[in-house]
């Protein structure tokens, strides 16, 4: 599934989910059983994000979110989206950010394919006005943070990663790259875009969306949240297995577990992982490239998945499309732009 066209965006958007009091994550000490490898893992729920949401959506023939063709409105100045009344609604009194741009940043490919969730994403948030300029940038592909912040003009600059942790990229190469621009002082670093308590409604509202018209309700499957790992850097498996703690916490779900990319479990153990017959796989995957359009199918493949919920050996699996993919990350990114625009200090550095 490709991204939406330059400056534009699929609806509806999670309005919901940005209205309602941000609180903070929970921070308690992860869950033994939610680490290792073996039978379908019941995660410790989290205390935020409890509601359920369910948003009946279209699919392609893939499975795949539909609504493709239909656009962002325009949004009016009093805030409101002048259209359908699905769209996120910003609070009336918040004012654009004139003097502050905001710059997206991911890993990107030397292919240029890791670059298209950005672009698309950036193309959104500049549709939509709120920010006096709107970039991408990348540490494997151009342009690089140093050059991205040498042609912006706002004098103070957000930076906002679309990432899902605070692993290494987030925490020491995504600063070292933007200290090559030099005015440390002009821009500022926000949380990865994973760890905003608001992105569980984008792993739920494509789970519905996976099931739309299949007769399923949440309760029969289980759900696996498929994230990238790594051997070198527990911030990733941490970040999934939280996510996966906040699905489980709505109980509505027949269990919900984690599989990865770099480390066990590995996502073709998706059948020991879990005994349900009925599998829905949300990747944990937020700028797009090789590891969402090749990896992580071919090795659910190769555990004996057929991906679009056809039947193989008694078991039924779905993979929906990325959650960097769905039509409300811009309004998720905006929404903590314009609340940092707003502090008077910078939130990281």
């Known amino acids: 599934m490709g991204p939406p066209p330059a400056g534009q965006c699929p609806l509806p958007l999670l309005r919901r989910h940005l209205e309602r009091p941000r609180r903070p994550a929970d921070g308690g000490a992860e869950d033994p059983a939610a680490s290792g490898q073996g039978p379908l893992r019941r995660l410790r ?4 994000l409890q509601r359920q949401h369910a948003h009946p ?3 392609d023939d893939r499975g795949h979110l539909g609504g493709g063709s239909r656009l962002l409105p325009e949004r009016r100045r009093d805030g409101a989206a002048a259209g359908d009344g699905a769209v996120t609604r910003l609070p009336p009194d918040r004012a654009p950010a004139a ?24 193309a959104a948030l500049t549709a939509r006005g709120r920010f006096a300029e709107v970039a991408a940038c990348f540490s494997r592909q151009s342009p690089s943070p140093a050059a991205a912040l040498a042609a912006m003009r706002s004098p103070r600059v957000l930076v906002a ?7 290494g990229l987030a925490t020491r190469v995504l600063p070292a790259l933007l200290a090559e621009a030099g005015q440390p002082e002009r821009w500022s670093i926000l949380p990865p875009l994973g760890e905003l308590p608001d992105i569980a409604g984008i792993a739920r509202d494509l789970v519905q969306a996976a099931l739309a018209g299949t007769g ?8 696996l949240v498929a994230g990238h790992g790594s051997s070198r850097d527990s911030a990733s498996r941490a970040a999934t297995e939280a996510l996966a703690r906040t699905l489980a916490s709505s109980g509505g779900y027949g269990g919900v577990g984690t599989v990865f990319l770099s480390e066990e479990p590995v996502a073709s153990d998706w059948r020991r992982v879990t ?7 949300v990747p944990f995957l937020l700028s797009g490239g090789n590891h969402e359009e090749h990896d992580l199918p071919a090795l659910l493949r190769e555990g004996g998945g057929g991906l679009d919920g056809r039947e193989i050996d008694g078991r039924r699996l779905w993979l929906t499309p990325a959650m960097g993919r769905h039509p409300a990350i811009p309004a998720l990114v905006e929404a903590a732009a314009l609340a940092a625009a ?4 910078p939130q990281d550095r």
């Not at 003097?99 to 950036?122: E, K, N, Q, R, Y």
């Not at 679309?162 to 692993?167: A, H, I, N, V």
């Not at 399923?216 to 759900?223: K, M, N, R, T």
């Open 45 to 48: 729920p989290s205390r935020h």
């Open 342 to 345: 707003d502090a008077p200090e």
């Open 216 to 223: 399923l309700s949440p309760g029969d499957v289980a759900v």
């Open 161 to 167: 990663p679309l990432l899902t942790c605070r692993g």
């Open 99 to 122: 003097d502050t741009g905001l710059l997206l940043f991911a890993h990107g490919t030397p292919d240029g394919s890791g670059g298209t969730i950005a672009a698309a994403v950036a």
């Open 275 to 281: 005994a349900a017959q009925r599998v829905v796989v």
């Open 57 to 59: 959506r279209g699919k």
